[in-house]
Structure formats: C-alpha cells, structure tokens
C-alpha cells in the first residue's frame, strides 16, 4: 500500500471526525509516518457525558468515545470505534464498551457511509451518559434496569 493511500484514508477520517466536533489525540496526527503505530493516536468525542469533564483515576473513569486505527486478529489494518462508558464491561448493556472492528474497503480506505451510521447511533448516547450512573454501575454492578 502506498504511503499517499495511507495518508488519504487518514485524512479522510480525519475531516469527517473533526466536522463532527471530535478532536485528535495522541502525540502524532494523519499524515505522521508513526500515526498508524502510536497507541495513543485516534480521536475521542469531547461532548461524551454531556461534555462534563472528570479528574482521571486509572481503571475507574468512564471512557469517552473514541475511534482509530489498529490491526485486526490477522495483522491486516482495521478502523475501530469504542463506545464511551465503562472499560473492561460492567455487566450492564447500556455502558457497554467492546471495540467494534470494521474492516477497511477493497481500496483500502473506511467505509464513510458505515462509520457515520455507527457514529450517528453512539454520539448521541455517548452524550447522554452521566458519569456518576457509570461509575456506580462499574462498581456496584449492572443498572437497574438491566438486573434480573
């Protein structure tokens, strides 16, 4: 794959984000030769819990929505979207966040048209989410409502 493909794709996620209001994370951006080996490197969406900001606290705090690249079960390169809530599950379907995987087109760019579907289903609940219900879901268990 070319380097000029590789930087397309990454700009291409990188404007579509951006218009959303998403910002860029990590030490590197698109266009960077490290962008796609930097683990810190992708974009979060900062209106997560209503844009209510939180002290950090390692394996407590409520992630944000985010999205990047990474590499699949196969080594190939993939897109990947986390949705914001609690690290590692808490039981509770609401504030699951699995990373979801999508493999890139057969030109090797994302696939816009999925990405915006996806994200149009998780901004608006990454909006909603209130850090104080996920943090008493993180540790005292699934939400009532998900509790048999």
């Not at 990590?26 to 900062?46: E, K």
């Not at 995987?101 to 696939?111: C, I, K, N, S």
């Not at 209130?130 to 268990?141: I, Q, R, S």
Request: charged share 25%; glycine share 10%.
């Amino acid at each position: 794959m070319t380097a000029t493909l590789l930087i397309s794709r990454q700009l291409e996620v990188h404007d579509h984000v951006l218009a959303r209001g998403w910002r860029l994370d990590g030490d590197t951006g698109p266009a960077d030769v490290r962008f796609l080996d930097d683990a810190t490197a992708g974009w979060s969406y900062p209106a997560s819990f209503g844009g209510e900001r939180t002290n950090t606290v390692s394996d407590a705090t409520p992630v944000v929505l985010q999205c990047y690249f990474t590499f699949g079960d196969e080594g190939e390169v993939v897109f990947a979207v986390v949705p914001a809530g609690n690290l590692r599950g808490s039981g509770c379907a609401k504030h699951d966040t699995r990373e979801r995987q999508f493999p890139l087109t057969g030109d090797g760019r994302v696939d816009l048209v999925t990405l915006t579907a996806m994200l149009d289903e998780l901004e608006p609940r990454a909006r909603a989410h209130d850090v104080h219900a996920l943090v008493e879901c993180l540790y005292f268990g699934p939400c009532p409502a998900d509790r048999p």
